[in-house]
């Protein structure tokens, strides 16, 4: 940084004491302003020694390059000047402004690297305290069952897509082909946000809004999973959280049939509850796909052979699907000529009282330290 000031007040001298005669009339005025713009590049240079701070160079930046900076006068003395002398000032001036950036971005480089290295030596842990008695903490059981679910989807060959938990009445709603006047609209059901003029944001109730998204991107084949957290006015039950968490996944390609469903559906499920589980799916009614069905376990806790907690008939409801409607599609310029796709969802919570026997899905939200240091 040094050398660059030294060549740049080495320059700025020889052009000072250079024959200006094509200066005109306005010789000595540039001599002066020049002789100014060889000082400034000095002070910056003695000034920059004493800087240790980022706060300290961006006040530094300000008063040699800012808006009421001896640069800018110098610029604003340009106009009493005649073509030529400007021309000899004007450019000196934008080259010292330029050289003077860049110092400062070598400088503000330099402080950065030094308060990054300054943070981490104060953030270092020494992980030698933590004793074989210390009580360790661990992901909870949701947080586990969702990256288990997302490495089995990631095996598939799908992505991982996520989205802002507030959106718009039109994501989702509207463009899931859900009317206006559909029960899932009414403050009974959402949580709507007191912003906007027209209020129309709500706390997201499915992550299918994350769908809307990628189909509008245009990027074709897609093949992801949108796993994360929804809101639902619900009243806190043994099946029911206000907020919870869903995932759910979209293929959209040439070509998909319901065919392609039923077997991801088969797969995925089998690989969290085993070979040993099957699946059914039964005609359900969802207003995004066309046709819809509803899919179902055989029960964890009889096998299948009939229990209290599956009212004996020996499967569980674990979540929808079906293949994507067209409106959906139309409603995101998707040509549904070429492609096709389908839909599916269900609740990340429950699969984990379904998997691990859970009776009471407020469990997992009470923080009991004796029930999630089971998991």
Partial sequence: ???????????????????????????????????????????????????????????????????????????????????????????????????????????????????????????????????ETDLYGHLHLVSQIRRELEDIFLGLGYEIAEGNEAESDWYNFTALNIDPDHPARTMQDSFYLDLGSDNSLLLRTHTSPVQIHLLERGKFPIYAVCPGRVYRRDTADPRHLPVFHQIEGLVVDKGITFADLRGTVEVFIQAIFGSKTRTRLRPGYFPFTEPSAEFDITCVICQGSGCRTCSGQGWVELGGCGLVHPKVLEATKVDTDIYSGFAFGFGIDRLAIMRHNIFDIRALIENDIRFLTQF
Avoid: H, P, W
């Fill in 1 to 131: 940084m040094d050398n660059e000031i030294d060549q740049e007040n080495s320059l700025l001298k020889n052009i000072a004491s250079s024959d200006l005669s094509s200066a005109g009339e306005n010789g000595e005025a540039v001599k002066k302003l020049l002789s100014e713009l060889d000082g400034l590049s000095y002070k910056v240079k003695i000034a920059l020694e004493d800087v240790s701070t980022l706060l300290d160079l961006d006040a530094l930046e300000s008063l040699y390059l800012g808006k009421k900076s001896k640069l800018t006068e110098i610029k604003r003395e340009l106009g009493g000047l005649d073509f030529d002398a400007r021309r000899i000032v004007g450019g000196k001036l934008n080259d010292l402004r330029q050289d003077l950036s860049g110092i400062f971005k070598i400088k503000r480089e330099s402080l950065q690297k030094d308060e990054l290295q300054k943070q981490l030596a104060e953030d270092i842990c020494d992980i030698t305290e933590i004793t």
